[in-house]
């Protein structure tokens, strides 16, 4: 047998590598959101990474795309549930998948944010975490998307009869179409990347979105009135494929919820700020603001809360009867 006598650097390396306690496999997961920088989400997502890389040591950390860049919400959550995608933030396209999560966006079934707070850490949450991880999908963070609001470049918004006749972009949704064309409006789908161009064009007259949106989105170039009618709460899924989820060590799955946390409590932060800062800016920009008759609409809405909750299955019907149980 020959022996080899190995150079005293390569000794000294050996040594090195065997003395080396086992690691924990790094993962960088990318993250598609729909809005820019300035969104809720965006901002929320990166809080998330902060807290993640800190509580992992780096050794889990997410690659942010803004603007759709992997795809839009429909798509998204497709590619999450097929595993090509890791993370996603989804608002309204979530139905899609779980059309029993339209209750969350029934009119006005959201009294406030303390209201939402209650509701997502008690038992309605529950209840949505099992309808999505039955999905493969992982909900990370409920996080805000804001209460949505009325932009048009036709008239004010103070009642819902005044909608009547105004083109209005929704989301993917078949309910919220189904909320606007109770309220008198003509609404239709379309992918909020396009959204600044159809009202640039006329090929809508107004749209609904939080104002955090108005602002990021400069829909205020294109719209002249802005109607605060509050009419619902955007609950943000921040979701990851759970398959990715449980190929983390049980102390990074726990680092991923810790940082979902984090990120839900910001994203609160960020759309209370938003509400009291953003209204003023869209004035200053020219939009004309009102306050829309929340009676009128909160009336106008209960026949829809009816008609949705006959559609859907039973699991429907009690997740609208947890959240309005949770009402402080």
């Known amino acids: ?92 396209p979530i139905t899609s998948v779980v059309p029993e999560l339209g209750a969350t966006a029934l009119p006005y079934i959201f009294s406030g944010r303390d209201h939402v707070k209650a509701a997502m850490d008690g038992d309605a949450g529950k209840m949505i975490e099992e309808m999505l991880l039955n999905k493969g999908l992982r909900p990370v963070a409920f996080l805000e998307g804001g209460f949505r609001q009325i932009t048009n470049d036709v008239r004010p918004i103070n009642v819902p009869a005044d909608l009547e006749g105004i083109k209005m972009r929704t989301p993917g949704s078949a309910l919220r179409i189904k909320i606007f064309n109770h309220y008198g409006a003509n609404a239709s789908p379309l992918p909020f990347s396009e959204l600044y161009s159809a009202l640039q064009t006329g090929v809508f007259d107004g749209q609904e979105n939080p104002v955090i949106w108005v602002q990021s989105q400069r829909f205020y170039e294109v719209q002249d009135y802005l109607s605060l009618t509050n009419h ?96 402080p």
């Open 1 to 92: 047998m020959i022996y080899r006598i190995l150079p005293i650097p390569a000794i000294v390396a050996i040594c090195g590598a065997l003395s080396l306690p086992a690691t924990a496999q790094e993962h960088t997961f990318k993250a598609n959101m729909p809005g820019n920088e300035q969104s809720i989400a965006y901002q929320s997502v990166e809080r998330f990474n902060e807290v993640l890389t800190e509580l992992t040591a780096g050794a889990v950390e997410i690659n942010l795309f803004a603007n759709s860049a992997l795809g839009d919400q429909e798509s998204s959550l497709e590619s999450m549930q097929t595993g090509l995608l890791d993370m996603a933030t989804v608002e309204t």
């Open 232 to 327: 619902l709460y955007s609950v943000t899924y921040l979701l990851m494929n759970d398959d990715k989820f449980q190929n983390l060590t049980g102390e990074q799955q726990q680092a991923v919820m810790e940082a979902g946390d984090a990120a839900e409590a910001y994203s609160v932060e960020l759309g209370t700020k938003a509400d009291a800062e953003i209204v003023g800016f869209l004035v200053e920009q020219g939009m004309q603001v009102n306050e829309a008759d929340i009676t009128a609409f909160t009336d106008a809405s209960s026949a829809i809360w009816t008609e949705w909750a006959a559609e859907q299955p039973a699991a429907a019907q009690e997740l609208i009867d947890a959240i309005v149980a949770a009402r």
